[in-house]
Each structure stands twice: as C-alpha cells, then as structure tokens.
C-alpha cells in the first residue's frame, strides 16, 4: 500500500532483443540508423567510410530538417571526420562500446529505482515510527496518570484508616485516664482496713504465756494483711502500667498523626501531579532527575510502614483496653478479697472459743491416724526389703546359668532360645529389684513426711485458747468500721 503523498514507484522492463535502448528523447531514430554506420567492417575496400554514413550526414539533401535536428547532424559530421581521421584510429580502443552505454543507463536506472525505493520504504518507516513512538508516548503518560490516581486513591485509603485509628485511640485514652483515676482513689481507700487488722495484730501480742499462741484468727489476721498489702501491690503496679500505656498511646498517636501529616503532604504533591497536562504551566526540563532516586521504601514498604503503624496503634489499643478490663477485675477482685478475709477474721474471732475443744479433738483424731499410718508405712518398708532379698537368689541362679552356658566348646557356644530367656530373665529380675528400690525410697520419704506431721500435730496439741477479752473487747470493738463496696473500687 502506497502512502497519501509519497511517489509512485516506477517499474521497468527489459526488452527481449539485446540491442533495444529506451528511449529517452526525440532523436531516438537517428541513434538506431547510426548502428550500422559505426560498426567495424575490416573486410571493406575503404574502412571507416561508408556510403550510408556520408548519405546520411548530408545536410542540404534534407529541407525540411529543423534547426537544431541541423546543428546535432553538423555535431556528427565534424565528430566523425575528428574519429576516422586516419591519425585518430587508436583512440577507439579506448572508447565504450554501445552495450556498454545501455548497460550503464539501465544500471542508472536501476540504481535510481533502488534509491527511490529505500528513500519510500524509509519515508514509510519513519513515519509509521513517529506514530508509533507518539501512541507509545500518550500510553505511557497516560498509565503514569492512572498510576498516580491509583497512588492517591492509596494515600486516601490509608489515611481514612489512619484518621479512624486515631479517633479510636484518642477514646481509649480518655477512658484509660478516668480509669486510673478511680484506681488512685481506690488506693487510697486500702490504709484505712490495713490500719485496723495490725492494731488487732498489736493487741493479741499482750496475751500471756500459755495464751500467747499463734492460732488461726491470728494467722487470719496476718493473712489479712498480707492480702491488702498484696492488693496495695497489685493497684501501684498497675497504676505504673496504666501510667506506662498512656505514654504508649500517645506515642502511638504521635506516630499516626506524623503519619496523616505526610501522606496529606505527599497527597498534594501527588495531586498536583495527577493533574499536571502537556499544556500545564510549572513544567519544565529536569536533566537527569530521571538518575536521581531519593526515595526511602518501595510500594511493599510503603503499605508496610502505614499498617505496621496502624496495627502497633490497635496493638496499643487492645494492651489498653485489656489493661482497663483488668483494672475493673482487680478493683472488683480486691474488694471482694479484702471484704472476705474481714468476714473470715470475723468469723474466726466469733468462733475462738468453741473451736477450742472442737479443733484439740480433731488434731487428736487426726494424731491417731497419723501414727496408724506410720505404722502401716514402716510394715511396707519391711515388706519391700524382704521382697528385695527374696530376689537376689532367681537373679544368682540365671546369671550363674548364663556363665556355665559361655563354656560350651566351639559350635556348641549357639545363641539359642534358653540363652535369650537367659538374658531376659536377668534384665526382668534386674528391672524388678531398681522397681522395688524406687518404691522403697518413696515409702521411706512418706514415713519422714509422716513423721514430720506427727510432731506437727503433737505441737498443736499444746496451744491453748485466746484471751477472749482480747478477742471479744478490744479487736472486735475496733473492726465494726470498714470501706463500703464502692469506696474500693474507687467511687466516692
């Protein structure tokens, strides 16, 4: 297909007869007649002069020959008589041939047609070239534009995540707040039964002699204020936790909001470039910006970096909200704590004296069961060093038939099935006697461990009853105040 303006390809054919010339002007006819009047005829009486020629070159014999037509045929006359000059003959051995000169004009031509052709199919190149590179160009502007909206519709993602995980972490610092607040003031609500439980502590230490005992409501009394204590313990270190996680969220709320305040920086920047035309003002030549790579992460990252800031602000979050959730179960968890112990305290100081009898009784019984039971333990003892001397004769035996049996003489010495039942009679008899050493040294130990409760007991037995003044007068007189329900768990 030819293009709308280019030039039509010429075509040539070459005649069959070897002498045809194309012609090419108006005197075609006198150089077809002059063939025969330049051709070398040696065998001639007068060589190089012919009738033909010298008929042919007459210019008076034709009137109605033009001007010019006259001029080119005087041309010929004087251009003959200079080439069959007799002195002149050499110089024909010199001169081109007609084949020679029809051969160079089609060779012209050819070269010409060829020129022309690689000129065309160039023109069509180039201009096939200049449309391609111009779409390739208009493509490629145009996948950057949608690349750039794809970008912002990114950031504009992100930062929709971003700004509700703020909102969401700025929510969990408030509540986190006013719940540190009702554990600072539940804190404060612990010194008052703290105080109470170590006067009562205070005033059993004037018992007397006998009476001077460690009995349970004391142990109950000391256990009370190892469990306010213990609750005050637990407050302060989740106070400090709950001082080190709103440090946490705002940290982490700094992080997003730095965040926000980039991708709204770069969102402008991007925007600006999304809408940036061909015909746009501000653009300019940047030589070699292309070479220039100043970024710090890639598109991986990039997200990376957003989500990993998202999901440590949420980590933050849950570790706030769980801490906030075991703020309210230790705030309820200690008053529940402290206001069963009080009533156990009660309870014990109530019950002193009529446990008095009940419990020396029941550390009676429980005496004659202990030694009953070390009884039993020492006649297991002996029961299992019997077993163990009642198997060293079997394990003798087998391994005395196991020495006999390596005496045998030359192919007698067989590996066969007595010898493995030899063998597995010794390791069964080996393993039985480590078995019954095992239980002995665990029988053993339980006879210390009963042995040790037996004096335990024993030293139980010698306690004595309270001072019931003490108990009745002054340590329950003081324990009729105690912080309601809602005071510790910091309402006020």
């Excluded at 957003?306 to 008053?335: C, F, P």
């Excluded at 019950?351 to 297991?380: M, V």
Aim: hydrophobic share 30%; aromatic share 6%.
């Amino acid at each position: 297909m030819e293009l709308m303006g280019s030039t039509l390809t010429a075509a040539y054919a070459r005649p069959k007869t070897t002498h045809f010339l194309p012609a090419i002007s108006t005197m075609a006819s006198s150089y077809r007649n002059n063939q025969h009047t330049l051709a070398l005829n040696p065998s001639a009486n007068q060589p190089w002069r012919t009738h033909a020629y010298y008929r042919t070159g007459s210019a008076v014999a034709i009137p109605s020959m033009s001007s010019i037509q006259r001029e080119n045929l005087g041309l010929d006359l004087v251009r003959a008589k200079t080439m069959f000059h007799p002195s002149n003959r050499s110089a024909l051995t010199t001169r081109y041939t007609p084949d020679d000169w029809y051969r160079s004009n089609l060779s012209q031509y050819r070269e010409s047609e060829s020129s022309r052709n690689s000129a065309e199919r160039l023109r069509r190149d180039t201009v096939r070239l200049m449309q391609d590179k111009e779409q390739l160009t208009r493509k490629s502007q145009e996948s950057t534009s949608k690349n750039i909206g794809e970008r912002l519709n990114d950031i504009t993602f992100w930062r929709s995540e971003l700004n509700h995980e703020v909102d969401n972490m700025v929510s969990e610092i408030m509540a986190l707040t006013e719940v540190k607040r009702r554990l600072e003031r539940a804190l404060q609500e612990t010194e008052s039964p703290l105080q109470v439980s170590q006067e009562c502590l205070y005033h059993r230490e004037k018992r007397m002699s006998i009476d001077l005992v460690h009995d349970s409501v004391e142990k109950d009394l000391i256990k009370e204020v190892e469990t306010i204590k213990s609750c005050q313990e637990r407050m302060r270190r989740h106070l400090d936790r709950a001082t080190a996680q709103l440090a946490s969220n705002r940290a982490a709320q700094h992080e997003l909001e730095k965040d926000i305040s980039d991708k709204m920086t770069a969102q402008r920047i991007d925007n600006r470039c999304h809408h940036l035309r061909n015909t746009s003002d501000g653009i300019s030549y940047y030589r070699g910006i292309e070479r220039l790579d100043p970024s710090l992460s890639l598109p991986d990252s990039w997200s990376k970096f957003t989500d990993n800031n998202i999901l440590h602000s949420q980590s933050e979050r849950a570790g706030s909200h769980k801490l906030r959730d075991e703020i309210e179960i230790l705030l309820n968890t200690t008053s529940n704590e402290m206001w069963n112990q009080f009533n156990v305290v009660n309870v014990a100081f109530t019950n002193r004296i009529s446990e008095t009898a009940d419990t020396k009784n029941s550390l009676q019984t429980h005496l004659a069961k202990t030694l009953q039971e070390i009884f039993q333990t020492e006649t297991l003892i002996e029961s299992l060093k019997k077993a163990l001397r009642d198997k060293e004769n079997p394990l003798k035996v087998a391994q005395t038939r196991l020495d006999e049996r390596t005496r045998r003489p030359n192919v007698e010495l067989c590996r066969d099935n007595p010898h493995h039942r030899l063998v597995a009679e010794v390791r069964e008899i080996e393993d039985t006697i480590l078995k019954l050493r095992e239980r002995l040294m665990e029988a053993e130990n339980t006879l210390q461990m009963l042995v040790k409760t037996k004096a335990a007991l024993e030293h139980d037995l010698s306690v004595k009853a309270n001072s019931l003044f003490l108990d009745q007068e002054k340590c329950m007189g003081l324990r009729k105040s105690f912080p309601s329900t809602p005071r510790l768990v910091g309402y006020t």
